[in-house]
């Protein structure tokens, strides 16, 4: 088995141990801006070449941009920030379990109280954290949601835990200036 050589990338000038798949013909090292270098001067080979100088002329081509373009208006827009949406999934609602008559309980009972699951946990997580902004209660979710899959994960696979309070990163604290919240 031959060793393979190093070459100079034509893009950085920095030596690279090539795939060995491709030895002969690889030219750029790995790295994204010499992968980019790459394609464009790919690119630029191929348009030079006498077969494909007039690849994108002419009425035919014309007439395929011109369908391409009825099957996909507006691909060419901007998708605004608002589009993308913030994490705000809706939780559903849990059947109780219990099939206790709750008819004398006073109203205002917990029962009734946690039939809005989902801003009971919103209103938890503020005051957990110390913020009721959303983009600080959408960062402790994911946290949340990370911690919860891998309990679960090794739970299910028998490795055992290991996160402890130590590695779960909660701030103890919300940030300055942000108000604490008081539940009923």
Known sequence: ????????????????????????????????????????????????????????????????????????????????????????????????????????????ALQDILNSQHIVLLGLIANFTGSALQDDISITVRRLLQLGQDIFNNSTHNKGGQHGIETAHFSRRGPPGAQTVQLA
């Open 1 to 108: 088995m031959e060793s393979i050589k190093k070459k100079r990338c034509r893009n950085c000038k920095k030596l690279f141990l090539p795939d060995p798949r491709n030895t002969k013909r690889q030219k750029y090292c790995h790295k994204p801006e010499c992968r980019k270098a790459s394609k464009a001067d790919s690119q630029r080979r191929w348009t030079k070449k006498p077969e494909n100088l007039k690849h994108f002329c002419g009425p035919i081509n014309v007439q395929r941009v011109q369908e391409w373009r009825k099957k996909n208006p507006g691909y060419w827009k901007r998708k605004s920030e608002k589009a993308i949406g913030a994490l705000q999934e809706t939780l559903n609602k849990q059947p109780a379990e219990n099939t206790m008559d709750t008819t004398d309980l006073p109203s205002g």
